[in-house]
């Protein structure tokens, strides 16, 4: 694994801070630049000296998935000593996890409070894998069946086998979100599941193969729709971050060519065809009995 980064650099110097409030106030702004480090979320990682967040991992069996979901909790707690923990997890910092298919996957923390609107207020993380799980799927079994994701056999996918990878602990930590499905012509049916595949928008910024749509109470759009700390504002990506041939052994950067996956929006132009990343990390489609793989489309929130 990486080694852990102590603090971000900015040219020569490091930057001063007075508090987790400060660190985490002068890393967003390097975020927002495009000028911030990751760092992994481990027990010993100290985002700047004298300051160690994630200490309490050592009580939830070195599990950074249980904890991340514990700080999000605290978060809500104003007068609680931990509230400041939050301070420590910056959109694009990652931990690792070993699933029940034996393979250790890198996660990314995607974004805070992502899909928060007026009736949805708990504080929560939004956590992409960055690898693809060892099996593919079909999004349906035969064309026939559409490309409405909320009725698909890729759903069911989800939510059982895909799902049950993660321990019962870790899915206890998981938290429903107000979660969009979108149809072929952009309508959006609410999933309330633990755990998805991103959709189109979500994953490229872009409408050019959905029609998806995301409005807020109001009638206004959300200004978090798209994921675009985790894929266009970091300094460790580059344009093949959708790529899913990320590799750990090399510096983090990844291969020529990837895997395939799924997202979970409809193709706007046909019945048959359902929105996909390519082995390109480009945005593409095919007919929805094609078998792709799922992360790092694989997202849940933790809370």
């Known amino acids: 694994m990486p080694d852990k980064l102590i603090t971000p650099l900015t040219g020569n110097s490091k930057p001063v801070y007075t508090s987790p409030e400060d660190y985490y106030n002068k890393n967003i702004a390097l975020l927002k630049a495009g000028l911030y480090q990751p760092k992994e979320i481990r027990s010993d990682c100290m985002p700047y000296f004298g300051w160690m967040p994630f200490t309490s991992l050592l009580s939830y069996n070195n599990d950074p998935l249980q904890l991340i979901s514990a700080i999000a909790k605290w978060a809500d707690q104003a007068n ?7 301070y420590g997890i910056i959109p694009t910092d990652y931990f690792y996890e070993t699933l029940a298919d034996g393979h250790t996957y890198r996660f990314r923390i995607a974004d805070k409070n992502h899909y928060r609107t007026q009736s ?7 956590v992409i894998a ?3 799980w060892s099996k593919t799927v079909a999004f349906n079994s035969d064309n026939s069946k559409g490309n409405d994701y909320s009725v698909s056999d890729f759903r069911k996918a989800y939510q059982t086998e895909i799902l049950n990878q993660f321990n019962a602990d870790q899915q206890a930590s998981m938290v429903v979100a107000p979660v969009s499905s979108y149809k072929q012509d952009g309508t959006a049916v609410q999933i309330d599941d633990k755990i998805y595949p991103m959709s189109n928008f979500e994953m490229s910024g872009q409408k050019v193969y959905s029609k998806e749509k995301e409005v807020l109470p109001g009638g206004t759009e959300s200004p978090n729709w798209h994921f675009d700390y985790m894929y266009s504002k970091s300094v460790d990506q580059d344009q093949t971050r959708r790529k899913t041939s990320f590799s ?49 489309s694989l997202c849940f929130n933790l809370g």
């Open 248 to 296: 750990a052994a090399v510096n983090g950067t990844k291969d020529q060519f990837g895997n395939w996956y799924w997202l979970r929006a409809a193709y706007a132009s046909t019945t048959n065809s359902a929105c996909a990343v390519d082995g390109g990390g480009n945005m593409n489609d095919n007919t929805v009995s094609s078998t792709y793989h799922t992360a790092p």
């Open 120 to 126: 949805f207020t708990k504080t929560h993380y939004t």
């Open 80 to 86: 609680s000593v931990t509230n400041k923990m939050q």
């Open 130 to 132: 960055d690898e693809v």
